[in-house]
């Protein structure tokens, strides 16, 4: 397995899947292992797939300082995974959480970022968090899945801060377009996958500085898409449409009945969607914003 070192010296590993031209994944959580994202629907046999443990996750080490488990203090772990591969720029994918160091990764280096995939991001780092509301209309969507009578009074705790009254296994289907063997089994596994401490530490607040990233990301020339779940609360689709307006020229995409990891739900559909973007010299045929979903 790859190894290389942070310039603090904390041993990270990638994992690499696929061929073809390199595409540098950071996984979410926030605090979660790349094992997460599989082969991420069949993006592998598009490109090859370089998987990133953050620090502290999967096969990566601990660091000493636990304080570098901040997003903003995370951004140097990329710039030294791309000195690593030898790349002049990267084509960048981030997952959830893994979005938001992606925007701080773009706008300290946006010389060094070709193409940049936003999957499902709220944009925490630009100062706006999905709101309990939000959440709520999201979950009202699925009021006719079997499992939605006994899984919504977990999410009125958690939306309401009665953490002690949330089994949070109960929680799991909202964040799936399907739930279905392949998602549970998927869901299962994050428990074993998560590092508490660095979700914890991950979206400290000091992290991030919105007015700064919005004018830097402003000023961003590489293409990027945005690509929401339509079943997701967090971020809805209209609340990753605000990421998609923080750029000067972003395509922006909803992926018909995909929750929060919409590779799950509909691999082909979303290996498709983000393979035609990463291959297009010009904008993808049909690109651009996307309806909301009735409802959002």
Do not use: K
Request: with cysteine; aromatic share 8%; glycine share 10%.
């Amino acid at each position: 397995m790859p190894y290389f070192d942070a310039p603090d010296g904390t041993r990270l590993a990638h994992h690499v899947r696929g061929e073809g031209e390199p595409l540098v994944v950071l996984p979410g959580g926030p605090g979660r292992a790349s094992a997460y994202l599989g082969d991420l629907g069949g993006l592998a046999a598009h490109r090859r797939l370089i998987l990133l443990d953050a620090r502290g996750t999967g096969d990566s080490a601990t660091p000493a300082d636990p304080d570098t488990y901040r997003c903003d203090r995370q951004v140097a772990d990329v710039e030294a995974l791309r000195v690593h591969l030898g790349l002049e720029r990267l084509d960048l994918l981030g997952h959830s959480a893994g979005g938001s160091l992606a925007l701080l990764y773009a706008a300290r280096y946006p010389e060094r970022v070709a193409r940049l995939v936003l999957v499902t991001v709220v944009p925490w780092a630009l100062g706006r968090p999905a709101t309990a509301g939000e959440r709520f209309a999201a979950a009202r969507s699925r009021e006719q899945e079997p499992w939605f009578a006994a899984a919504h009074p977990h999410l009125e705790a958690w939306l309401t801060g009665d953490g002690a009254a949330v089994d949070w296994d109960a929680l799991d289907p909202f964040f799936y377009g399907r739930w279905d063997d392949t998602a549970r089994a998927h869901a299962v596994a994050a428990q074993a996958q998560t590092n508490e401490e660095a979700a914890d530490r991950f979206h400290d607040p000091a992290a991030y500085d919105p007015p700064a990233l919005r004018a830097a990301l402003a000023r961003f020339t590489g293409r990027v898409l945005v690509l929401a779940g339509e079943h997701d609360g967090g971020p809805t689709p209209a609340l990753a449409r605000t990421v998609a307006d923080a750029f000067p020229d972003a395509e922006f995409t909803v992926q018909p009945g995909a929750g929060h990891y919409p590779w799950v739900d509909d691999g082909p559909w979303f290996a498709a969607r983000t393979a035609a973007f990463l291959d297009a010299g010009e904008r993808a045929p049909g690109a651009g914003p996307a309806p909301h979903p009735p409802g959002r």
